[in-house]
């Protein structure tokens, strides 16, 4: 008789670990939260204040200027994003040529000071001492542990320039057509875009509590209380505003 050999059973607390977080450093997703919030508000925003100035009876004037605002906003946002992060990304790569230029002219005062970061930590002085060795003994490797624990900055996962400008760009412009698209199809009040935008802020800072702590209808009530609050100040200037010239 043949005995099959049998693996052992695995203990109640043994588990196979197979857990990944996804990239949160890419450099897509805080400008695309940011642009699809900020694209909703400030044309949101800027309609009420437009249908205030001009006591809602002007919807050509509104529809203008949403698509005038959803334009200038969404190349603007995209600007500002590729530039403030390849300017980010151009300072970090400046440090790190720094690091890297201490690491060869220094080898044994680099590895002293990983060594050191490292029983900061709690990790034990001989251990500490070994790991930061053993690193060392690739120079390449040693600037990318340096870069991460010095910096703050993973060589692997750099946000991009482009990426960050497109994401930017793409959200905002759609958060921006949803307050004007009422108007686009033949509104020719306030109330379709408000309950829109309201709709779509809620939908928003609940998409975004996904992400978050914080509970879904949490995250929604207040993006749209921030939302409404915006776009009824702006309303009430535009107000003001036209009457007086009026």
Request: proline share 4%; net charge negative.
């Given at each position: 008789m043949v005995v099959m050999a049998e693996h052992p059973p695995t203990a109640p607390?043994?588990?196979?670990?197979?857990?990944?977080?996804?990239?949160?450093?890419?450099?897509?997703l805080r400008p695309a939260v940011f642009g699809a919030m900020d694209g909703l508000v400030s044309n949101f925003a800027?309609?009420?204040?437009v249908v205030g100035g001009t006591q809602g009876g002007h919807s050509d004037?509104?529809?203008?200027?949403?698509l005038a605002g959803l334009a200038a906003g969404a190349f603007s946002m995209a600007a500002g994003e590729y530039t403030s992060v390849a300017s980010q990304a151009e300072y970090a790569a400046k440090?790190?040529?720094?690091?890297?230029?201490?690491?060869?002219?220094?080898?044994?005062?680099?590895?002293?000071?990983?060594?050191?970061?490292?029983?900061?930590?709690?990790?034990?002085?001989?251990l500490a001492d070994k790991v930061a060795a053993q690193v060392h003994l690739d120079p390449q490797l040693a600037v990318q542990v340096h870069a991460r624990e010095e910096l703050g900055v993973d060589l692997e996962h750099l946000p991009?320039?482009?990426?960050?400008?497109?994401?930017?760009?793409?959200?905002?412009?759609?958060?921006?057509?949803?307050?004007?698209?009422?108007?686009?199809?033949g509104a020719e009040t306030l109330w379709p875009a408000l309950v829109m935008s309201l709709a779509a802020l809620f939908?928003?800072?609940?998409?975004?509590?996904?992400?978050?702590?914080?509970?879904?209808?949490?995250?929604?009530?207040?993006?749209?209380?921030?939302?409404?609050?915006?776009?009824?100040?702006?309303?009430?200037?535009?107000?003001?505003v036209g009457s007086s010239l009026g």
């Open positions: 607390n043994e588990q196979t670990i197979n857990h990944e977080h996804p990239n949160v450093s890419g450099g897509w800027l309609i009420a204040g004037t509104v529809v203008l200027a949403g440090e790190i040529e720094v690091e890297r230029l201490e690491i060869l002219a220094q080898p044994h005062v680099e590895q002293a000071e990983l060594a050191q970061m490292y029983v900061d930590r709690g990790i034990e002085r001989d991009s320039p482009v990426v960050a400008a497109a994401s930017s760009f793409i959200a905002f412009a759609i958060g921006a057509a949803l307050p004007v698209l009422p108007y686009v199809l939908a928003c800072g609940a998409i975004v509590s996904a992400v978050t702590t914080r509970t879904w209808w949490y995250g929604g009530v207040r993006q749209m209380l921030l939302g409404g609050m915006a776009a009824g100040l702006t309303f009430f200037i535009g107000d003001l």
